[in-house]
Structure formats: structure tokens, C-alpha cells
């Protein structure tokens, strides 16, 4: 299972737009993903309730975990939109 731990990135926590851009990434990555409070039980990373549901506030760690192929590279992909707090990933990414 490959598994990222990183920090919300953004001021207001995994809340309305910005779990709205997490859940549209985690849905285009085509890899099935859950996501956790590092402390919590994993949920659906492409269901926007359930990622609202989690309550993940800016700086609190998340775990993103996937056992699909291309989940290395999915992985790393949200990761960096979660750590950073961007608004879309970029295309090099």
C-alpha cells in the first residue's frame, strides 16, 4: 500500500472550495484513494461528503493511502496540492 502523510496546506482546512479542487484531483487521477485524519479512519478521497466530513483543519496531517497501480504517481500528485494548498495542480506535477 503506498501511503503520503503531509500537512493541509490551506488556512481553512480540507472546507468547502478547497476539498471541492482535492476531490475533482483525486477523482481525475483515476486511482482509487482514501484519505484520513492521521489518527482516523480512512474515507472515499473522490467523495465530497465524506471529505467534509473528515473536518481537517489547516496544518492537521492527513494520510492519502492507494494499493492501485499508478498509485505512486497519484499519490505524489495530491500530495503536493494538499501540502501546498494550490488551487489546481499544475500540469508538470
Known sequence: ???RRVN???AEGLHA????IFVRAATATGVPVTIAKADGSPVNAASM????GLG???GEE???AS???GAEAALDRLAKLVSEGLEELPETV
Open 1 to 3: 500500500m503506498a501511503e
Open 8 to 10: 493541509v496546506g490551506w
Open 17 to 20: 472550495r478547497p476539498a471541492s
Open 49 to 52: 461528503l465524506a471529505v467534509l
Open 56 to 58: 481537517a483543519q489547516g
Open 62 to 64: 492527513i494520510v492519502l
Open 67 to 69: 494499493d492501485a497501480e
